[in-house]
Structures are given as C-alpha cells and as structure tokens.
C-alpha cells in the first residue's frame, strides 16, 4: 500500500472490534426496510446504505489509511466486518465486497491526492465504482485486451469494449485497462480512472441466466481521459491486475465463505428431514469447513506479511468447489425448490454455477497450480 | 519448539525412519529417540511431525496405541483395540511375531472382538497427519515420473489432462492441511480426517493414473503408499463415515458451527 501504509494506526485486535461491531448491529438494524424487492436496484440501495451507516459510524473505516479516511489497523479487521455482514444478511456479499479490490487498486497506484478524493466516496456509500478488465475477445486470456488508449496533449483517447463490468451501470468511476503501448502481451498495458459520465462511455446492462443483471458491457468510444487520471505509469496495467488478485482472494473470500455458511444454515432450516441427508450435508460442510480453514491460514499469512501469490489459487479452487456443491446439496435436498419456484434458491443455485469461471476459471487456476506450485514446466 | 528445533527434529525422525525397519525396530528407535516424553510434552507438535513423515516415508510403526493411550491417561505401550470402518475392531499388534491380513501386508493389523470405548480426537489428528504425507509421498512420485517420462515426443507433464489431476491432489492435500493445522477439538478432529481421508484417496486415484504401468507394478512404491491410504481411512472412522457423522452433527444441531475465527 505505498505511501498509505506508513504510520497506519494499530487498531483494535479483531476480537475487541468483533464484540463492538456486534453490540451496535444489534442496536442498529441495517436489514433490508420493508420495501426491499430483492431487485438489483434494491440491492444496490441497501448496499449504499450499509456502507453509508457503517462509514458514519466508524465501522467501515478500520483497516484503512487515515488519509483516505480510515482509522487504520489489519485488512482482517475488514474481514470481521465483511463477515458480520454476510453473517446478517445484510447486503449481498460479492457487491459489498467490491471495494476490497478497487480501494487497494487506488492506495497502491493512484496519485495520492485522487486516492484521498476518490476514495472515501466509495467507502461511504456515496458512489459504486466498477472494474473495467475483461473484454469479448479477452476473457480468461486478459494479456489479449485491444481496448487502446492514445496520448492526445494532455489527455488520452480510448477506445473500445468491455463486458462482465459488475454494477457498471450505477458506478460513477471505472478502473480501467487499456493498451498504451505497440507490445501486443503485458507490458503494453496500462490503468485508467475513468468518470463514467465522460462523453463517449455508453452501458448496457447484460441479461444472465440467474436473471440478475449485474454485469454489464461497457462501450468506449473516443473517450478522453486527462493524463493525471492514469494509474501507476504507463505500462503499469498488467502489475495492477496481477496485484488485485491476493485482495481478493484474502479479504473477498472470507466474506464469501460466511455467506455460504448462512445458506447451509438456511438449507438446514428448509430441509424437511435433515437427519435422512447427513452424508450429502456432511460433505458441503466438511467443503466449507475447509476453505474456512484455507482461507483462515492465508489471512495468517497475510498478517505475518507475506506476500500472496500464486497458492491463492488453491484457496480459489477449493471455494468454487464448495460453492457449487453447497447449491448442488440444495437442489438435492430441497427437490424442485430450484425447479418449480421462483426462489432465492434458484437464483442462488444459478449464480453458483458461475463460480467456476469468474475470477479465473478453473481450468486457469488448475494451470497455475501445476505450472507455479508444482512446477511442472510448460504446458 | 520454534522453526529450527522443528527442523532439527524432522532432519533425525526422517533418517530414522528411512533407516530403521518398520515394526517393532522402528517402534523401539522412536522410543529410544524421545517419542513418549515429545508425546507429553507437545503433544501436537509430535504427532504433526511423527505421523507427517512416517507418511512421507512410507515407514510404519504402532504408535496410534501410543496417542490413544495418552489421551485416556494411561502409561504409553502395549496395544488396544480400536475402532474400525464399519462396526469392525482391531488391533495394531506391537509383537513382533504377528503378521496381519491387511491389504497393506507390513501392518500387523489384527482383528479383534468390540473394545472399550476410546477417545479419538487425538488419534484421529495423528492418522490424518499419515495420510496427508501419504499423500504428498504419491505426489512427489507422480510428480517426478510426469517430468522425466516422454511419449509422443513430449514429457507427460505437458500434458493439461495430467497437469490438472496433480494439481487436483495439490489442492486436496493443501485443503486438508488446512483442516488439520485448526484441528484442536472433537468435531474439527473428525472433519480433518475425513479430509486428510478424502485427499488422499485423491491422491492415490489421480498419482496411480498418471505413473500409468509402472504405478501398477510391485517394483515400483507407489502401490505400498496405496495400499496404507486403504487403511489408515478405514481406522478410526473412514471419510465417508465422518461426513456421514458431520451431517448428523448438523442436522440435530440445526446450524453449521463455525469451528475456525479470526
């Protein structure tokens, strides 16, 4: 975190911070109102108001820097609150937990003026900001990207088309991936913060199969950027990408974890005869009881120092996985809940189904294993 | 302990056992080492490193008894029955004249009428342990034999098919270390078994297929690795029984514990 790490304040230990948080969610009630719908805007509202209510309240500010805001102490603070979050049902978990990638993204690359500008605006529920990395010709190969950025004075022009852009569709600013330079690989890629109410930037949501649209595609056309807008330097895009990856894979996948420990607790409660299903809810547990585990030793690691790398595709891979088959069990245990219903459950199983592609698919994160961890060479 | 200890530690178990036989020379070494005051001592620690190597190995020496024991409270040595897959009982002899019938034909594994009720929280770390360096004993080999042998004019690890099956055991093993590293109670006891279990019969699926042939040979030591995997899953509580278990768990108790926090 550059410049933003030095003198961070220690904060309280995780404990002391969970209790806190407790007693004041069971004095502050943040559930959906009564007019919540579960529609995506509805989503997105509540969203706005958790961070909205947890920002003013301090809540949100801890695990980071002052000069954004914060109050300082450990990212595992951010996964207590995250945590607490999923655990209540209070905002939904891979939403909320978007600001784990772009407020580091902003910390580590942007200057720190605009990091200190931009980003309490984030945390606080004021805007949603989107990520602008995958392309249609650029999916699981993101080194391919042909969105082109050119300098024009003192702006650059770019070009181009985005898709699978989570919430592009209310965000007010966009990280954005581009390519600067003639190197047709990594290194002619570079980063932009982009206000997506420039000219030329037009969104249009996509249709999904689990009937939500988050994602969205985004079009590009001769949109002027200022140059101090860039992030990092020029040629820096592909390091930032690479860089986001251990955040979200840290902080994200905890929060991600509690979420799924509340659907098999849901599971529990909807299953008519849970006692006859003990081998298939054994084996969705003892799949979350371990990446909870994984996922637990990597936050270790993380607050040791450590620098996370390529075995948080191990992590990558034993969620997926879990999450699949926790919505699997519930297809088999709940019969035509997903089928006959227009449910939570079908929307929930559906959306599990793309666990295994977002993010780096699995076949992806099985070549890293191989090639980074086991070290078997080139394919 | 701190790292270097722990190191030290390892360094002398792993020539011990890949120098002594197994059995009852090895049984006698590890005593003579040290491994009943390390027992009481650290008990975690000891078990972590002990059973990990004799794993990793491919030595074999009755010391389950000995964790089981310390567990109740009971002076180390001597033999117990203990409980087994499917109601069965049996008993991991420390005389040297028994030759069991196991599928893994060096544990002198007999089997014996129901025993007395023991504690299994120890037990069942000390065997996941096994079976996670089982399990990492058949990635290595599979691992070594991907990278030196070529067919179709290429080495086998470039191919993805095979690539993605050691990395699949990978995953398994790391998983269940996972488990096993927060492994201090009765219930995530059972579940690190059961995924020690798990990963290792992962293992040995996925290691088996890739040494092809030879794999399938007796000169080669993978099938021993196989064949221990068998039946350490089986003793105390085979994976299918302890998630069988884990859901009962839930089921009576209506919610998922949460067994790990930051």
């Known amino acids: ?379 | 302990m701190d790292a270097e200890e722990r190191e030290l530690l390892e360094e002398t178990l792993r020539k011990t056992m890949t120098a002594t036989p197994s059995g009852g020379g090895l049984d006698a070494a590890l005593t003579e080492l040290g491994w009943p005051d390390m027992l009481a001592e650290e008990p975690s620690a000891a078990i972590r490193a002990v059973f990990r190597l004799l794993g990793e190995t491919g030595a074999h020496a009755p010391l389950v008894n000995d964790v089981l024991l310390y567990e109740m409270g009971r002076p180390l040595g001597g033999a117990l029955p203990m409980p087994y897959a499917g109601g069965k009982w049996v008993e991991w002899s420390r005389e040297a004249s028994v030759t069991g019938t196991a599928v893994d034909p060096g544990l002198p594994l007999l089997s014996v009428a129901e025993g007395a009720p023991v504690p299994l929280t120890l037990g069942r770390q000390a065997l996941a342990w096994w079976l996670l360096g089982t399990g990492h004993a058949m990635l290595a080999l599979a691992r070594r034999h991907v990278l030196d042998r070529h067919q179709f004019g290429r080495p086998l690890a470039s191919f993805q098919a095979l690539r993605h099956r050691l990395a699949e055991t990978l995953v398994a093993l790391e998983g269940a270390e996972a488990t096993l590293v927060h492994a201090d109670g009765e219930l995530s006891s059972l579940l690190a078994k059961a995924a020690a279990g798990r990963a290792a019969l992962t293992a040995a699926r996925h290691c088996q297929q890739a040494l092809g042939g030879l794999g399938f040979t007796a000169e080669h030591p993978l099938h021993r690795h196989v064949k221990r995997t068998l039946v350490l899953d089986g003793l105390l509580g085979s994976t299918r029984e302890l998630t069988r278990e884990a859901g009962r768990v839930l089921a009576a108790r209506g919610a998922a514990p949460r067994l790990v926090h930051l």
């Open chain 1, 1 to 379: 975190m550059t410049v933003f790490s030095r003198g961070m304040a220690p904060g309280p230990p995780a404990d002391t911070y969970r209790s806190g948080l407790r007693a004041w969610l069971d004095e502050h009630d943040l559930s959906p109102g009564a007019g919540y719908d579960g529609s995506l805007d509805a989503q997105v509202a509540q969203l706005d108001r958790v961070r909205r209510e947890l920002w003013d309240a301090g809540w949100m500010r801890y695990g980071w820097p002052e000069a954004v805001g914060g109050r300082g102490g450990p990212s595992a603070l951010r996964a207590v609150l995250g945590e607490e979050v999923a655990a209540r049902e209070l905002a939904e978990p891979g939403l909320y937990s978007m600001v784990e990638v772009l407020v580091p993204t902003l910390l580590s690359y942007a200057p720190p003026a605009l990091a200190t500008a931009m980003v309490p605006r984030l945390l606080s529920g004021q805007e949603q900001w989107c990520q602008g990395f995958s392309e249609p010709g650029s999916g699981s190969d993101l080194a391919s990207l042909t969105t082109r950025a050119v300098r024009d004075g003192d702006t650059w022009v770019i070009n181009g088309q985005k898709v699978w852009t989570s919430l592009a569709q209310y965000a007010a600013r966009c990280v954005l991936l581009a390519r600067t330079g003639p190197d047709p690989g990594h290194a002619g890629i570079s980063a932009f913060f982009l206000d997506m109410d420039t000219p030329g930037v037009t969104v249009r949501p996509l249709r999904t199969m689990h009937g939500v649209d988050e994602f969205a595609e985004v079009f590009l056309d001769d949109v002027r950027i200022p140059a101090d807008r860039i992030l990092g330097r020029p040629g820096d895009g592909w390091r930032l990408a690479m860089d986001l990856l251990p955040h979200e894979r840290s902080t994200c996948f905890w929060h991600r974890v509690a979420h799924l420990y509340t659907r098999l607790d849901r599971l529990l409660d909807d299953a008519a005869a849970p006692g006859d299903e003990a081998a298939a809810l054994g084996e969705a547990y003892l799949a979350l009881h371990t990446v909870r585990c994984r996922s637990l030793t990597t936050q270790h690691r993380l607050a040791d120092g450590a620098r996370l790398g390529p075995e948080t595709s191990v992590d990558k891979i034993l969620l997926a996985t879990a999450e699949q088959q926790l919505l699997d069990t519930v297809r088999d245990v709940l019969p035509g809940a997903v089928e006959l219903h227009d449910s939570a459950w079908r929307t929930e199983y559906l959306y599990s189904r793309a666990a295994t592609i977002y993010g780096g698919t699995a076949e992806v994160q099985r070549n890293i294993v191989a090639r980074r961890l086991l070290g078997l060479g080139k394919e």
